[in-house]
DNA sequence: AAGTTGCATGTAATCGATTACATAGGGTGA
DNA sequence: TCACCCTATGTAATCGATTACATGCAACTT
C-alpha cells in the first residue's frame, strides 16, 4: 500500500533507479524497439509471442512510457486544459468533477487554470496552449483568450480544440455546453408571480457576465408573460457570491417597501439574503419569498430549505468532456448541447397572501 | 480580447500554421539555437547585443518553447500532481485554490487527480508519476499509493519530491502540512464543557480516515481534560458529508435521552444534522448546541450560524505548494508545518441551562 | 611577447518514444 | 516453380529543446 516517495534514503546517490526505457523492454524481450511500441499501440500487428513478451518485460520492468518522448513524437499530450473563474466556488467544483471524470476514462489528464481575474494568467495560459502543451481546453470563463498583438509581425496563434461550458462565448466557433439561463430565469418569474407575487426583485450576476445577461433577459421575459411591469428599482447589483447576497440583503431590509419576493441568481446570494433578513427579524417566506439559482448541495439544507432552479452540473462537465474528446478524436461534435433545467420547490417560496 | 481559438476557419487545412520552433528563432536572430536557449535560460551568459535580437525574433516569431522537448532532455515538467479524494468538496477546493495560486507564481502548472475511492484511479496515478509526468505531487489523501508488486523483478519505483497536506501520512518522510486536530478537537470539546455541557456527542469522520483518528482522540482528551466520562453511545459515525449530518440528525432526533451538545467533525455535517434537528423541532441552540468543524463559508450564514474551528485553508495550500517547490528546487523543506486553527463563536453553541 | 584566463558562441550529442521505410520469410495463385 | 503479396519485424529518421564540449577571440599577467 506504500511504495511510492521512499525519496532516496536507503540507495546511495549514485545508484538511484532510471525509469525503465523502451530499450529496456525490447532487450529483455528481444524484439525492437519498433515491436514494443507497436505492441502497445497496435497489438494486432504483432504477432501473438511477441507480444506476450513484450509485455512480460514491461511487467517485468514495470515500464511506463515516457509521457514527454511520446509526446514530442506525436504531438499529441493527452491532456485538457481547464480555465475558470473560481476554483474555490462550490459550483465549479462540482462541474470539474464531471469533467475530471470523463476525461479520465478516455485517458486524459486535466490541467486547471482559476484565472482569478487575472489577465496575467490569461495571458499565461493562452501562451500555455499554443505552446502545445495541452490537446484541447475547456473553458468556463465566458471568453476565449490570447495576447492579440495583431502589431507584430505574426503572433503564433495555434488553435487547439476548444469548448465552452456554461458561459457561451460570442462569436467564437466552438461547441457550447449551457443550460437555457433565460428560459429557467423567466418560468422561475412566472412561478413566483402565479403565487401572487407583483413585485419581484431580482438579484443580480457580475455586470458584464453573459450568464447574468441571459438571466437578467429570462427575468424580464417572465415578468413581461406574467404581466408585470419591469422596475429598475427592484434590480439590485451581486456577484453570485455570499457576502453579495448578505449586501442585497442590507439593501432590502433598509427600504419603505418591499418586494415580496426576490430572485437570486445564485443560491449563495439567496443563502446570504436569507441570513440578512433572518438577523433583521424578516421572516422567509412569510413576509419575503426567496428564490435562488443552481441547486448547490447546501439548497436543501437551508434554513428554510431553498427553492431554486437545478442545473445538472456533473452532466454538464461531462458533456463539455465529451465534445472536447469527440472534437480531439476527430469526431464529429455537436454545436450546441442545452441540458435541461428544473425547478426545485422548497419551503423559501410561498404565496404573498397566506401570511403565516 | 479574443485571439485564440479561430480554428482554422480562414486558412484551407495545408496552410495551418505551425508552431515556430527555436531553429527559427535561431535563424531570425543570426544566432545558433543553442544562444536562444541561453538567452532565455542564462540571460547574462549571453551578450546584451545577442541577447536583444533573440527578444525580438521571439517576438516576432511568437516563439514558445515546446514544453515536450524541454522535458524530455531536462527532465523536468513543471508539473504537479494534486491527488484528492474529493474534488468537489468545498473544503478541498478552497485549499485547491491556495496551492494554484503559489505554483502558478512559481512556474509551475497543476494537474488534479480526483480520487473518487477508486483503486483503479489511484493505480493510474500512481503510474502517471512514475512516468515522470510531474515534477512532484501534494497528496491530501492521507496515503502514499502505488502499486507494490514486490514479487516481480523489479518494478519502476521513481520517487518524486511529495508533500503531504492535511492528512498526514503515516510512516512516511515527507513534508507534513497541518492543522492541529487533535488540539483543535480538544479545545472545542472544551469549550462545550466549558457552557456546562456534560453529555456531548460526536459525529466522527470516516472510521479509518487519519483526520478522523486525530480528531476522535483530541475529543476524548477534551472530555478529560473536562472531567467528563466517555460515553460510546454518544459517537455516531459520519463521512463529513451533508447527507452523514441528516443522518446523524435523524439518529438523534429518534433518541429518547438526547445530547446537550453535539460537536461534527465537519462544518457539512453540522449544516445537515442542524436542518434536521430544526425539522424535528427541536431549537439550536436553546434545545440542543451544534458545534462544526472547517469554518467552511457556509458556517457563518447558516441558520443559526455555526460555531466552528476555523481552519486556514488558503494558507494551508499556500504552505503546502511552497514546501513542495523548495523540495523541487533543492532547498531545505520544514519537516512539519502546523498552523493555527481558531474557534469561531457564533450562535449555535450556547450554555444548556439557558433555556430559550 | 607568450601564456593564461574567461567570455560569447557554435556544433552536435542527447533525451525516449513513434513511425516511415526497408526487408525477410511464408503463403497463394497461375 | 516463379512471381507476387502480405505479415512481422527491424533500422533509423524524427520530434524540439538542452547542454557538454569545442573554438575563437580579447584581455590580462608576468
Keep these: 500500500m506504500d511504495d511510492l516517495g521512499q525519496a532516496d534514503r536507503a540507495e546511495p546517490e549514485e545508484t538511484r533507479i532510471r525509469a525503465a526505457r523502451i530499450q529496456d523492454v525490447a532487450r529483455l524481450a528481444d524484439v525492437s524497439t519498433a515491436t514494443v511500441s507497436r505492441a502497445l499501440a497496435t497489438p494486432d500487428r504483432v504477432s501473438p509471442e511477441a507480444r506476450a513478451r513484450v509485455l512480460e518485460a514491461i511487467a517485468k520492468t514495470g515500464y511506463v512510457p515516457n509521457p514527454a518522448a511520446r509526446s514530442l513524437r506525436s504531438q499529441k499530450t493527452f491532456m485538457v486544459l481547464v480555465v475558470l473563474p473560481d476554483l474555490s466556488n462550490t459550483f465549479f467544483s462540482k462541474i470539474l468533477r464531471g469533467i475530471e471524470e470523463t476525461l479520465f476514462e478516455a485517458g486524459y489528464g486535466m490541467i486547471i487554470s482559476d484565472l482569478d481575474g487575472s489577465p496575467e494568467k490569461e495571458a499565461h495560459f493562452a501562451a500555455f496552449t499554443a505552446a502545445g502543451r495541452v490537446d484541447g481546453a475547456i473553458l468556463l470563463n465566458g471568453h476565449l483568450f490570447g495576447q492579440s498583438r495583431e502589431g507584430e509581425g505574426q503572433p503564433a496563434r495555434i488553435s487547439i480544440p476548444l469548448v465552452a461550458l ?43 457576465n453573459i450568464l447574468e445577461r441571459e438571466r437578467f433577459l429570462g427575468f424580464k421575459d417572465g415578468l413581461e408573460a406574467a404581466g408585470l411591469p419591469f422596475d429598475p428599482a427592484l434590480v439590485i447589483p451581486g456577484d453570485y457570491t455570499i457576502e453579495a447576497g448578505v449586501r442585497a440583503g442590507q439593501d432590502l431590509v433598509g427600504r419603505s417597501t418591499r418586494p415580496t419576493a426576490v430572485f437570486c441568481t445564485s443560491d449563495e446570494m439567496a443563502i446570504g439574503l436569507m441570513r440578512t433578513l433572518f438577523s433583521a427579524g424578516l421572516r422567509v ?27 445538472p452540473r456533473r452532466e454538464l462537465g461531462q458533456a463539455a468532456a465529451s465534445a472536447l474528446i469527440d472534437l480531439l478524436q476527430g469526431r464529429p461534435s455537436p454545436k450546441r448541447i442545452r441540458l435541461e433545467t428544473e425547478i426545485v420547490i422548497r419551503d423559501s417560496v410561498t404565496s404573498p397572501w397566506r401570511k403565516s
Aim: charged content about 20%; glycine content about 6%; aromatic content about 4%.
Design 285 to 311: 417566506p412569510e413576509d419575503i419569498s426567496v428564490a435562488g439559482f443552481d441547486d448547490i448541495e447546501f439548497a436543501a439544507v437551508a434554513e428554510p430549505a431553498l427553492t431554486t432552479i437545478h442545473q
Design 166 to 208: 456554461c458561459e457561451a462565448i460570442p462569436g467564437a466557433d466552438v461547441p457550447q455546453i449551457e443550460i437555457d439561463n433565460r428560459a429557467a430565469a423567466s418560468r422561475m418569474t412566472q412561478h413566483l408571480a402565479s403565487l401572487g407575487h407583483r413585485r419581484i426583485a431580482y438579484v443580480s450576476g457580475p455586470a458584464n
